[in-house]
């Protein structure tokens, strides 16, 4: 839990090395105000009296069978058999006869 005293440089640091991101130490208390206003405007929402509202998991729930804003409606989640591995496999440019190689892109 984050004490009263807000998001510490150590903290974003922290973050940004768990996001892999790199500021430099200008960007660091830009970033630790910007955290702290998060957390400011979570703190105002957590004031809120919702307790006549009902929860909800997904927002498409509200929407029900009405069109979305494309006037067309959100599609059936349906299960549908998906493609065949071995058939697959072998389009592959390298794979371990299981699973696509790819290329490494993140680099620490």
Same mark, same amino acid.
């Given at each position: 839990?984050?004490?009263?005293?807000?998001?510490?440089?150590?903290?974003?640091?922290?973050?940004?090395?768990?996001?892999?991101? +790199?500021?430099?130490? +200008?960007?660091?208390?830009?970033?630790?105000?910007?955290?702290?206003?998060?957390?400011?405007?979570?703190?105002?929402?957590? +004031?809120?009296?919702?307790?006549?509202?009902?929860?909800?998991?997904?927002?498409?729930?509200?929407?029900?069978?009405?069109?979305?804003?494309?006037?067309?409606?959100?599609?059936?989640?349906?299960?549908?058999?998906?493609?065949?591995?071995?058939?697959?496999?072998?389009?592959?440019? +390298?794979?371990?006869?299981?699973?696509?190689?790819?290329?490494?892109?993140?680099?620490?």
């Amino acid at each position: 839990m984050r004490d009263q005293r807000g998001v510490t440089i150590e903290v974003v640091c922290r973050v940004a090395e768990l996001a892999n991101l +790199e500021l430099t130490p +200008e960007e660091e208390p830009r970033m630790q105000r910007d955290l702290n206003a998060i957390l400011g405007y979570i703190a105002q929402l957590n +004031e809120l009296n919702t307790s006549g509202i009902p929860a909800m998991a997904q927002v498409s729930e509200m929407l029900g069978g009405v069109p979305n804003d494309k006037g067309s409606l959100l599609r059936a989640d349906v299960v549908v058999r998906s493609l065949d591995r071995a058939a697959v496999m072998p389009e592959a440019p +390298e794979s371990d006869g299981r699973f696509y190689k790819v290329p490494k892109v993140i680099e620490r």
